[in-house]
């Protein structure tokens, strides 16, 4: 694999009145370049202390992770060739290279500027520019993102929320950055205008060359967007794979579930129903973190808990029960297509 981002044993806690929040629990995981990586998972389940730590805006308990091998959280390098000295620089590539757009772009776009600064911010950070050079790439950008010129003068607070996010994509690709981190970019639009995001980002990633981290609850996008799909629980993983496997042959309960509830009209589903509680991160089960909530759980899932297993090629699996890719707990497989 062609990875930009590795990510290798990050644990994260938060200390609330000297009690421990385990909200990342030793998670590894890369992200291949050029291509969409999913995490799905409740709320609650660690996904956005991810996204915040590989941004850089959080750092973790414990572990490490790399862009194109350098380290985002320490000065030393997977490649001692690509080593960078300098701190300073080193930051200066991670901010040029990895950006953000969040779930709502009214809070994320400074209501005191208008559009053209809000977009031009970063390369004025970054390089030196005319002040017609500077119009002209603001102009081009807008484009990109299909938004007309006129909005340059608008403040985010006179735009749609369509328009809104086009513009926070805007800033995020000025710097030609290579990788994009998307936490739930579109649960604040409806669905007419979500799937207008959802094209331009497909667009701009075939023509930019883009690599995204995709965040979303919504299963139904995250099927046609993602090459890949990981699926958190309580801060751990619990299934990885492609995403023609992860929605054709669901192997963890708790997939099967996130899966089923999503597509409701679905033909063969068993009835996994996430009706019950998700446990206090301050008191999790010992064993299989899903054993409290999975209508399977045996034994062994209240004492051990299990790790992620290759169960079949570039598809793991954490749980005791799954052997082999044929282990459905009861549901004939599915083909991709039929969802
Ligand atoms: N700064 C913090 N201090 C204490 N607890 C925190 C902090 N940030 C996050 N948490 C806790 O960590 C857990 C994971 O939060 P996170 O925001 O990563 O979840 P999420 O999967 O993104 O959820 P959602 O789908 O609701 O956005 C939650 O229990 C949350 O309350
Ligand atoms: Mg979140």
New binding site residues.
Partial sequence: MNKIISCNNLKKS?Y?KNKT?N?LNDISFDIEKGKTTSIV????????????IIAGLLKPTSGRVFFENLSIFDNTSVNKASFVKATFDKRKVFRKNIQMIF?DPYLSLNPKMRVLDIILEPLKIHEKFSKEKLLKIADDILQKVNLSSTVKKRFSHQLSGGQRQRVAIARAIILNPKFIIL??PLSSLDVSIASGIINLLIDLQKNLGLTYLF?S?DLKVVKYISDSVSV?YM?KFLEKAKTNQIFSNPLHPYTQALIESSFTFRKNQTKILLNSEIPS?LDPPKGCLFSTRCPFAKKICFDARPELKEIEKDHFVACHLVKDASNTFGRAKTTSSSL
């Fill in positions: 938060f609330i929040l909200v998972g409740e709320s609650g389940s660690g996904k956005s202390t991810i996204a915040n779930q936490d739930e965040i609850h958190l801060g991160l």
